[in-house]
């Protein structure tokens, strides 16, 4: 695995925002179809780091590569041409809009020419509909309204739409984070998906049920820090689960935790003898 | 795997509202005002008229709001082209062609500005143009008393005779085919043998041509996407490659284009500019676009349905000039046919949006 040059790299990447330290020294690889999962508690610099890796921040330090070559991106538009594209948790999708005009949107198929180009509504139906179905999502109309669909298969369209649109790096900030567990399923069986054609995909959630099946790769973050990435032979769930959680909170929740439950007993132990004395004392009265 | 039958397909459409109102009200008029002449050819075309001036400006501010945004200047805009176009001709001799194009300058200046305005302030467009609705009415009555010392400017009709230019925006088309229908005995003539309807007033080609444009640009093109895609939501527009600032830009340049065409059709007609003319058009065009179907926040809405809504607008209009009722009874019902219109379009809209 280590002899692959890996689809997109950061080496030693920082930013900082003024005085904040965001992001220090962060170096992560991916390869093609591989699924790196990106965990963190709120503040750790998920959100920073994939805003980096989409070009909506540029590294104050360090290099970025991108299948082996070095890339700046000034903008989004910029990443999104290289081939990395990002579903952020807004999706930017239109419900209100059909399935077909938010698949193309911005990237509509003409035919005709000069002032009569159109949109080629027959070809972004059919692709539409087949991309759809690609994810065993069965789509009566694709000229229905987006906001028809359920959460999950709103996430799947987009997550279909950037791979349409020959994304090679893929990443998804918490794709399953608002779905019911059903729904998270079909877009974790999507993401698979991605991976088997080759994509490196990016990750980030806080579910580790939802992280454990798909993921190759773990990478930990913590205060703008990395603290390491770990293949997922080398680690169980519940170390997963564990670092996910803030190993060292839990157990110091867990000692507080085993010290209530002490002190609970011991209370009900005292409240016990003291009923059982008021009973013998009932007794010895009668 | 079934299809969606065509009946329910029709109702998600936004016009679906217009439509049955517009059959509505004229099922009504043709009771009411039978044999009164509304529905004579000479009547037909007094409705179709007062709609089609509605109709231009309500088309423009149509794909406006479904770009999510509105115009209050274009009533402002249609007195200040008006008086762009009478005083250099009247006034200074120029030929009529270039009074016009002067006017569309400024109108494209105008719209340019208040796309910019919105764009880089982020202030909501209601109130930008909120200011440009006073601006505009006031440079019209200062720019002509300051010119002219009056705040009419007649005598434009010598100029159009032989005006390529002015030709677009005056007369009528097929009067050739209407003279000849009333020599088959078709339409009724006057005395003079002449039928009393002599064409088509260009008025309304232009409505029905501007009407099938936007609609064509909103179904079928990309930049009809965009529109429905920056009113809809202008970031996800603009993270998946919309260039949303530069589609609202050319949307407000574009209604006050409309009215600039709705002033030099009015000019042309009565020969004459007034500073006041166009007073609460913007807010007319508005009701219209509303009862066509489209939704106040943006992203939803189409042509056809604004056009009905002129269409409503002008059968009310002239129904109750024609059925005698007193016509301060108008206001009222546009009052109601707007609630209504609203409240239909809401219900309908949470319609289309439930589930398969």
């Known amino acids: 695995m280590s002899e692959r040059t890996p689809m997109i790299e950061m080496r030693s990447v920082s930013k900082h925002f003024g005085s904040v330290i965001a992001l220090s020294d ?70 209100l809009m059909s399935i077909t005009r938010n698949f193309f949107m911005g990237r509509e198929p003409t035919v005709g020419w000069g002032p009569f180009k159109r949109i080629d509504w027959k070809y972004a139906d059919r692709v539409a509909k087949e991309e759809m179905a690609k994810i065993g999502i069965d789509v009566r109309d694709p000229s229905q309204a987006v906001g028809t669909l359920s959460g999950g298969e709103r996430q799947c369209v987009a997550i279909a739409r950037a791979v349409y649109f020959g994304a090679k790096v893929l990443i998804l900030d918490e794709p399953t984070s608002a779905l019911g567990v059903k729904q998270a399923s079909v877009v974790l069986r999507y993401i698979a998906k991605a991976k088997a054609d080759g994509l490196a995909v990016i990750f980030i959630t806080h579910n580790v049920h939802h992280a454990y099946p798909v993921a190759d790769a773990f990478t930990l973050l913590s205060r703008g820090g990395s603290l ?53 004392s009932s007794a010895s009265g009668k | 795997m079934q299809a969606i039958p065509l009946w329910k397909k029709a109702l998600s459409r936004p016009e ?104 880089k302030t982020g202030l909501p467009s209601f109130i930008v143009t909120l200011g440009f609705l006073f601006i505009l009415r006031g440079l019209a009555i200062g720019i002509s008393r300051l010119l002219t010392g009056r705040t009419q400017v007649g005598g434009v009709h010598e100029h159009v005779p032989g005006d390529w230019f002015a030709a677009l925006f005056s007369g009528e088309v ?13 339409i009724a003539t006057n005395f003079a ?51 949303v600032h530069r589609v609202k830009i050319s949307l407000f340049i574009f209604t006050a284009f409309s009215a600039t065409i709705f002033a030099c059709i009015q000019v042309m007609d009565t020969g004459s500019a007034d500073t006041i003319r166009g007073l609460l058009k913007e807010l007319e065009a508005i009701i219209a676009v509303v009862i066509g ?39 009222v019902f546009l009052g109601v046919m707007l609630l209504v219109a609203v409240l239909f379009n809401n219900f309908m809209r949470k319609k289309a949006m439930e589930a398969k």
């Open chain 2, 174 to 186: 097929a009067t050739g085919l209407f003279a000849w229908m009333a020599s088959q005995g078709w």
């Open chain 2, 16 to 119: 679906l509202g217009a439509l049955a109102g517009a059959v509505l009200v004229l099922s009504f008029f043709i009771v009411a005002a039978s044999g009164t002449g509304m529905f004579s050819p000479a009547g037909i075309i007094n409705v179709l008229q007062v709609a089609a001036q509605l109709g231009i400006i309500a088309t423009a501010a149509a794909l406006l709001m479904i770009g999510g945004e509105f115009d209050l200047s274009i009533g402002s805009m249609i007195g200040l082209a008006g008086i762009l176009i009478a005083i250099p001709a009247v006034e200074y001799g120029w030929p009529l062609w270039a009074a016009i194009l002067l006017a569309f300058s400024c109108a494209a200046l105008v719209g340019w500005i208040n796309g910019n305005l919105v764009n």
């Open chain 1, 228 to 280: 390491g990435t770990f293949r997922k032979a080398d680690i169980t769930r519940e170390e997963v689960l564990n670092m996910m959680a803030g190993g060292a909170e839990l157990e110091s929740l867990d000692a507080e935790l085993a010290e209530f439950q002490r002190s609970d007993t011991e209370r009900k132990a005292s409240r016990e003898s003291a009923v059982s004395r008021k009973e013998t």
């Open chain 2, 293 to 331: 179907g489209a939704l106040l926040t943006g992203g939803y809405g189409s042509a056809i349905g604004a056009a009905l809504g002129a269409l409503i607008f002008g059968m009310v209009q002239m129904g109750i000039f024609y059925t005698g009722v007193n016509t301060d009874w108008f206001q």
């Open chain 1, 26 to 95: 962060i170096s992560m690889k991916v390869c093609s179809g591989e699924v790196m999962c990106l965990l963190g508690d709120n503040g750790a610099g998920k959100s920073t780091l994939i805003k980096t890796l989409s070009g909506v921040h540029s590294p104050s330090q360090g290099e970025m590569y991108l299948d082996g070559k070095p890339v700046h991106f000034k903008s989004p538009a910029y990443a999104l041409d290289a081939g990395i594209a990002t579903v952020f948790q807004d999706l930017a999708m239109i419900p």
């Open chain 2, 193 to 243: 043998g002449n039928p009393v309807v002599t064409g088509i007033p260009v008025s309304i080609v232009w409505w029905l041509g501007l009407t099938a444009v936007a609609t064509w640009v909103l179904l079928c093109t990309p930049y009809g996407n965009w529109i429905f895609a920056s009113g809809g939501d202008k970031n996800a527009a603009r993270n998946s490659g919309v260039p």
